[in-house]
């Protein structure tokens, strides 16, 4: 079985300030991990997916996550927001083999303030 | 490449009724997964079709079905309606529909019922 768990439901940052969007998963085996955007009324947008490679993941618009095992976490973050970045975002854990059944975090809203 | 595209886009229906939606994928992909998004139970899986055979089926009851055509496009049918299906459904579209695949999602349709 796996989870996703994103750890704050709203994060608000301001305009110029990095920003960290936390995810923690559990699976019996190494997963494959995604992180989508949907903007309102949207669909779900790729930032960027691990499927063990290099463990620093680098995405779209200036978004990177680094994976890491042993705390079993998948944040998000990029260095400075931008208007554009409020959004909801969500953190999603795959298998690693075999057919896609993507398993969804509950989401955590973006707000950025001028 | 056109995207992922779902119609009809908004669908107001009552209880009892029944409903089908259409997704077509993005041209070259066989995979097709459906998603339910709903404000207290996030994104989940609903089903997923590669080469008109239906490979995976999430916790969702028997009035929830679906079918893919010889093109690759998918429908999904709600028989039955109740109130708490109300959601926007997404269609997500992939090569393969492997687990380190990237699924490609539409814009959604919002089904409200009544």
């Known amino acids: 079985a796996q989870s996703v768990t994103q750890l704050d439901s709203h994060v608000s940052v301001s305009e110029g300030t990095p920003v960290l969007l936390r995810c923690n998963y559990s699976?019996?085996?190494?997963?494959?991990l995604f992180w989508y955007v949907q903007h309102p009324n949207k669909g779900l947008q790729l930032l960027l997916k691990?499927?063990?490679?290099?463990?620093l993941v680098k995405g779209i618009n200036g978004f990177e996550a680094e994976f890491k095992k042993s705390e079993t976490s998948f944040h998000l973050t990029k260095p400075s927001a931008h208007m554009s970045d409020a959004a909801e975002y969500f953190c999603?854990?795959?298998?690693?083999?075999?057919?896609?059944?993507?398993?969804f975090g509950k989401g955590t809203m973006l707000l950025v303030s001028p | 490449k056109a995207g992922v595209t779902q119609t009809p886009r908004y669908l107001i229906k009552t209880r009892g009724q029944q409903v089908t939606l259409s997704c077509s994928p993005i041209?070259?992909?066989?995979?097709v997964s459906w998603y339910q998004q709903t404000p207290g139970q996030g994104l989940q899986f609903l089903f997923e079709?590669?080469?008109?055979?239906?490979?995976n089926k999430g916790n969702f009851p028997g009035r929830f079905s679906g079918r893919q055509f010889s093109n690759s496009r998918s429908e999904m049918n709600v028989s039955t309606l109740e109130l708490g299906d109300s959601a926007l459904y997404l269609c997500?579209?992939?090569?393969?529909?492997?687990?380190?695949?990237?699924?490609?999602f539409g814009p959604g349709t919002r089904l409200t019922v009544l």
């Open positions: 079709y590669f080469s008109e055979t239906q490979r």
């Open positions: 691990y499927t063990s490679a290099a463990t």
């Open positions: 999603v854990v795959s298998p690693p083999k075999g057919y896609s059944t993507l398993t």
């Open positions: 997500a579209s992939s090569w393969g529909g492997q687990a380190t695949d990237t699924q490609y």
């Open positions: 699976s019996s085996y190494s997963p494959s």
């Open positions: 041209s070259g992909h066989r995979s």
